[in-house]
């Protein structure tokens, strides 16, 4: 059968491929061999083969092996010139309205699969290493795509990314592969393609079909597409052997390196933005990452590019921007996106997509930057116990690359991470402690609160009011959690559990964002944080001030004015599995498949995971009714997204109502032995100096730290013991043993151009680094803000003597 469909193949060739020289092994041009973009095509074809100077593992050798049984498949099922699809799965009409609507994926796939055939043609270790009959199948494949889908003058039905991002890629990369091997006019033809498609290296939607597409009118590239864009032209330009655009493209590239003040890219504070207000470091940052540092090591290749080093900006940024929220080779889930309801879009999983773009800097970083990368690396893959990082090669170089890193005795791994991290143009914060970490995700008028598109994520409503992320040693948390969890009911945030439509209340895009939470930020002195969100609902049913306040055994969670008496804030909803301790007040609450306990007091409530050394310790600072429920539930990856794949599990709900109290206060202790939570409760190292409508304030005794959340505005002054506010703002102040004071002051609403607060007794600078500190006639200090967009600013006082 194979030896019929080989004939096939090389007879319909020979037919339509009129004076091409059909012995495929050899070099078209002579062109080719002396090219200077020659040597770069050799570069870029690296990315997907195993170095043969660097060992190959077992494991990169079974993946090389899965992937030859995969095309082996392919290869006996491919259907010899259809028009309607290379393979029965995955066809290709436009009979009806939904046939196009679909076409685009169903194309992009198909290319996927050639490029994975060619990736496998290709692999000296691969069982089809240069087999003629998968060359000439991927070519036969390459001919009826062009001929009647992926051509000049052809509509872009559906999804604009597809065709224009997805497939043009994909292509090129099948046609770098495998250019010494392929007929000219498919190159060339391929190049007019990709022109008609994808003619700028700057703008996206340019070509005639666009407007048949999601995206009819030509519009800017920004961040990863800007990225991907760019690819597009850049790789063109190798098999066009065109230097000029090469440098186009390269140059098209160095916007997304700049930082910006609105829309997408990255932000001076480490944050990352795409579709205009979304929290995406983790996603589309990471295309942007992955894509640009293939291309750099293009650049870094290419002797005769005048000035590589313009883009080594990237390196601080992977540093500030990446990996803060890595943990234990997770990707934190609140810079994901849409991504959470998809399988393969998992915190691990696309935690290991984030270190494997990583490695793709490591040998053209500077060498202080390279170590730090090495030290990050190291420490994320061998942290990870839940998912092996080496058990799915992306990129197999970089695979390569990585076992090198862990297996390099001189390359330190950093377990002890003392870490705080407030990203305000993102409305994100981050709490790093040597085993756990703490985050938290906020909307305002500025940032977006989630994304339901294209079918996913269509149950992600409460995911930025203010949410609390928990990492500890329970690595399998997060993952299968997004399918099954209650989405009314997630940990720190406060909602009604009125029933709501699927991807209801997105308050995303300009004119659409939540414009009555102005108040969404915090403050940050020597990693230690604290975080205000003035918190209002979708549909403006609902408000509450809400603060939390991070050290390094505990963080404290303050809430007031909570507007509507049906509302409840939900103190923990965590996945637990069947050897589970749960003790409530300090009694162990039975192992029931299920239970449900209304607690009139409820004081304190333990968690402990299979794999946590101490339990999760909730201690409610104020009387508070509650619910503990043990809940479990089945689901499917359908419920939220485009995905089907059955889940289950068991989850504790912990509840505080509101129908009698209007606020709560409760410290949670993520990691603590039974020892050190006694005396913290008998010796109460945290004072609550107000929890209302004018301020959240404590002062945490053993470290000589107070933290305030100011909220009125100007015209209302604000006094808690020695400080007094004459605005909005937030502050943190730590007292040292001879007197001075360290500051730490931000504006959270990012509207003022200064804050003023008075201290008592009077103080006088004595540390300012930027001059932003004044001192007014009426005693007040003054700091100057207009530029810092919500970011703390620092600095020390001395009493005046």
């Given at each position: 059968?194979?030896?019929?469909?080989?004939?096939?193949?090389?007879?319909?060739?020979?037919?339509?491929?009129?004076?091409?020289?059909?012995?495929?092994?050899?070099?078209?041009?002579?062109?080719?061999?002396?090219?200077?973009?020659?040597?770069?095509?050799?570069?870029?074809?690296?990315?997907?083969?195993?170095?043969?100077?660097?060992?190959?593992?077992?494991?990169?050798?079974?993946?090389?092996?899965?992937?030859?049984?995969?095309?082996?498949?392919?290869?006996?099922?491919?259907?010899?010139?259809?028009?309607?699809?290379?393979?029965?799965?995955?066809?290709?009409?436009?009979?009806?309205?939904?046939?196009?609507?679909?076409?685009?994926?169903?194309?992009?796939?198909?290319?996927?699969?050639?490029?994975?055939?060619?990736?496998?043609?290709?692999?000296?270790?691969?069982?089809?290493?240069?087999?003629?009959?998968?060359?000439?199948?991927?070519?036969?494949?390459?001919?009826?795509?062009?001929?009647?889908?992926?051509?000049?003058?052809?509509?872009?039905?559906?999804?604009?990314?597809?065709?224009?991002?997805?497939?043009?890629?994909?292509?090129?990369?099948?046609?770098?592969?495998?250019?010494?091997?392929?007929?000219?006019?498919?190159?060339?033809?391929?190049?007019?393609?990709?022109?008609?498609?994808?003619?700028?290296?700057?703008?996206?939607?340019?070509?005639?079909?666009?407007?048949?597409?999601?995206?009819?009118?030509?519009?800017?590239?920004?961040?990863?597409?800007?990225?991907?864009?760019?690819?597009?032209?850049?790789?063109?330009?190798?098999?066009?052997?065109?230097?000029?655009?090469?440098?186009?493209?390269?140059?098209?590239?160095?916007?997304?390196?700049?930082?910006?003040?609105?829309?997408?890219?990255?932000?001076?504070?480490?944050?990352?933005?795409?579709?205009?207000?979304?929290?995406?470091?983790?996603?589309?940052?990471?295309?942007?990452?992955?894509?640009?540092?293939?291309?750099?090591?293009?650049?870094?290749?290419?002797?005769?590019?005048?000035?590589?080093?313009?883009?080594?900006?990237?390196?601080?940024?992977?540093?500030?921007?990446?990996?803060?929220?890595?943990?234990?080779?997770?990707?934190?889930?609140?810079?994901?996106?849409?991504?959470?309801?998809?399988?393969?879009?998992?915190?691990?999983?696309?935690?290991?997509?984030?270190?494997?773009?990583?490695?793709?800097?490591?040998?053209?970083?500077?060498?202080?930057?390279?170590?730090?990368?090495?030290?990050?690396?190291?420490?994320?893959?061998?942290?990870?116990?839940?998912?092996?990082?080496?058990?799915?090669?992306?990129?197999?170089?970089?695979?390569q690359l990585a076992l090198q890193i862990v297996n390099d005795s001189n390359v330190d791994t950093n377990n002890q991470r003392i870490e705080h991290h407030q990203f305000p143009s993102m409305d994100r914060v981050i709490h790093h402690r040597p085993d756990?970490?703490?985050?938290?995700?906020?909307?305002?008028?500025?940032?977006?609160?989630?994304?339901?598109?294209?079918?996913?994520?269509?149950?992600?409503?409460?995911?930025?009011?203010?949410?609390?992320?928990?990492?500890?040693?329970?690595?399998?948390?997060?993952?299968?959690?997004?399918?099954?969890?209650?989405?009314?009911?997630?940990?720190?945030?406060?909602?009604?559990?009125?029933?709501?439509?699927?991807?209801?209340?997105?308050?995303?895009?300009?004119?659409?964002?939540?414009?009555?939470?102005?108040?969404?930020?915090?403050?940050?002195?020597?990693?230690?944080?604290?975080?205000?969100?003035?918190?209002?609902?979708?549909?403006?049913?609902?408000?509450?001030?809400?603060?939390?306040?991070?050290?390094?055994?505990?963080?404290?969670?303050?809430?007031?004015?909570?507007?509507?008496?049906?509302?409840?804030?939900?103190?923990?909803?965590?996945?637990?599995?069947?050897?589970?301790?749960?003790?409530?007040?300090?009694?162990?609450?039975?192992?029931?498949?299920?239970?449900?306990?209304?607690?009139?007091?409820?004081?304190?409530?333990?968690?402990?995971?299979?794999?946590?050394?101490?339990?999760?310790?909730?201690?409610?600072?104020?009387?508070?009714?509650?619910?503990?429920?043990?809940?479990?539930?089945?689901?499917?990856?359908?419920?939220?997204?485009?995905?089907?794949?059955?889940?289950?599990?068991?989850?504790?709900?912990?509840?505080?109502?509101?129908?009698?109290?209007?606020?709560?206060?409760?410290?949670?202790?993520?990691?603590?032995?039974?020892?050190?939570?006694?005396?913290?409760?008998?010796?109460?190292?945290?004072?609550?100096?107000?929890?209302?409508?004018?301020?959240?304030?404590?002062?945490?005794?053993?470290?000589?730290?107070?933290?305030?959340?100011?909220?009125?505005?100007?015209?209302?002054?604000?006094?808690?013991?020695?400080?007094?506010?004459?605005?909005?703002?937030?502050?943190?102040?730590?007292?040292?043993?001879?007197?001075?004071?360290?500051?730490?002051?931000?504006?959270?609403?990012?509207?003022?151009?200064?804050?003023?607060?008075?201290?008592?007794?009077?103080?006088?600078?004595?540390?300012?680094?930027?001059?932003?500190?004044?001192?007014?006639?009426?005693?007040?200090?003054?700091?100057?803000?207009?530029?810092?967009?919500?970011?703390?600013?620092?600095?020390?006082?001395?009493?005046?003597?």
């Open positions: 059968m194979k030896n019929a469909v080989l004939s096939v193949i090389a007879i319909t060739l020979i037919t339509t491929i009129s004076g091409c020289d059909l012995k495929v092994s050899e070099p078209k041009t002579p062109q080719e061999t002396t090219s200077d973009l020659s040597s770069l095509r050799t570069v870029w074809s690296s990315n997907y083969l195993a170095d043969p100077t660097l060992p190959i593992d077992d494991q990169l050798k079974k993946s090389i092996q899965l992937l030859s049984d995969d095309v082996s498949i392919w290869l006996s099922r491919y259907q010899t010139q259809s028009q309607h699809g290379l393979w029965l799965d995955l066809p290709l009409k436009t009979d009806s309205e939904e046939d196009k609507t679909k076409i685009g994926d169903q194309l992009y796939k198909t290319y996927q699969r050639l490029f994975k055939m060619a990736q496998s043609y290709s692999l000296t270790d691969s069982d089809l290493y240069q087999n003629e009959e998968l060359l000439l199948t991927i070519i036969d494949g390459l001919e009826t795509l062009n001929k009647h889908y992926y051509k000049e003058g052809a509509l872009e039905w559906g999804n604009w990314w597809h065709w224009q991002l997805g497939i043009s890629r994909s292509a090129n990369n099948i046609l770098v592969l495998l250019y010494p091997k392929l007929p000219e006019h498919i190159i060339a033809n391929y190049i007019s393609a990709t022109k008609y498609f994808v003619p700028s290296p700057t703008h996206l939607s340019q070509g005639e079909g666009a407007h048949a597409s999601t995206a009819p009118k030509p519009f800017e590239s920004t961040g990863a597409n800007r990225v991907h864009n760019a690819q597009v032209v850049l790789i063109r330009s190798l098999l066009n052997n065109d230097q000029k655009s090469f440098i186009e493209a390269v140059e098209a590239l160095e916007p997304v390196l700049e930082y910006v003040s609105k829309g997408d890219g990255f932000y001076e504070d480490g944050s990352f933005i795409q579709h205009t207000d979304l929290p995406y470091t983790g996603t589309y940052g990471n295309e942007l990452l992955s894509g640009l540092g293939g291309i750099l090591n293009l650049v870094h290749s290419a002797d005769w590019y005048p000035s590589p080093d313009k883009f080594n900006a990237i390196y601080p940024l992977i540093l500030d921007s990446f990996s803060p929220f890595l943990v234990k080779g997770q990707m934190m889930d609140l810079v994901n996106g849409r991504a959470i309801s998809r399988p393969l879009g998992q915190s691990h999983k696309i935690g290991h997509s984030i270190l494997d773009s990583m490695l793709f800097y490591v040998e053209s970083a500077p060498n202080d930057i390279r170590q730090q990368l090495k030290t990050t690396l190291k420490t994320h893959i061998q942290g990870d116990h839940f998912l092996n990082f080496f058990s799915n090669p992306r990129y197999m170089r970089n695979h756990w970490s703490f985050a938290i995700a906020m909307h305002s008028y500025r940032v977006g609160n989630y994304e339901c598109m294209n079918g996913e994520n269509l149950r992600g409503w409460h995911t930025a009011d203010g949410m609390n992320y928990l990492y500890n040693q329970q690595l399998d948390h997060y993952t299968d959690y997004w399918p099954i969890v209650n989405a009314y009911k997630l940990p720190g945030t406060t909602a009604t559990d009125i029933l709501r439509a699927e991807c209801t209340g997105q308050l995303t895009g300009n004119n659409k964002r939540q414009t009555e939470i102005v108040w969404a930020g915090g403050s940050a002195l020597n990693q230690y944080g604290v975080v205000g969100f003035d918190f209002t609902n979708w549909d403006n049913t609902l408000s509450a001030k809400k603060s939390w306040f991070m050290f390094d055994n505990e963080i404290i969670a303050l809430g007031s004015n909570i507007s509507n008496n049906t509302a409840f804030t939900v103190l923990e909803n965590r996945k637990i599995n069947h050897d589970s301790v749960i003790t409530l007040n300090e009694k162990p609450l039975g192992s029931a498949e299920g239970f449900n306990n209304y607690v009139e007091d409820l004081q304190r409530l333990d968690i402990t995971v299979d794999g946590q050394v101490n339990p999760i310790t909730y201690l409610l600072l104020e009387s508070h009714n509650a619910e503990i429920n043990k809940v479990c539930t089945q689901g499917n990856y359908s419920d939220i997204g485009t995905s089907n794949l059955s889940v289950d599990g068991c989850f504790i709900e912990a509840i505080l109502k509101h129908d009698l109290k209007n606020s709560y206060q409760y410290a949670l202790l993520p990691n603590s032995a039974e020892e050190f939570v006694a005396t913290w409760v008998n010796e109460s190292p945290v004072s609550i100096l107000r929890n209302d409508e004018y301020a959240h304030a404590l002062q945490h005794k053993s470290l000589s730290i107070s933290g305030y959340n100011f909220w009125q505005p100007s015209r209302v002054e604000s006094r808690i013991g020695t400080v007094t506010s004459k605005q909005p703002m937030s502050l943190m102040i730590k007292e040292h043993k001879d007197g001075k004071l360290s500051l730490a002051v931000s504006d959270p609403t990012q509207r003022a151009s200064q804050v003023r607060f008075t201290l008592q007794p009077h103080y006088k600078v004595e540390s300012d680094l930027e001059n932003r500190v004044s001192f007014n006639s009426d005693g007040s200090i003054s700091v100057n803000t207009s530029d810092l967009r919500g970011s703390s600013y620092q600095f020390s006082l001395n009493k005046d003597v």
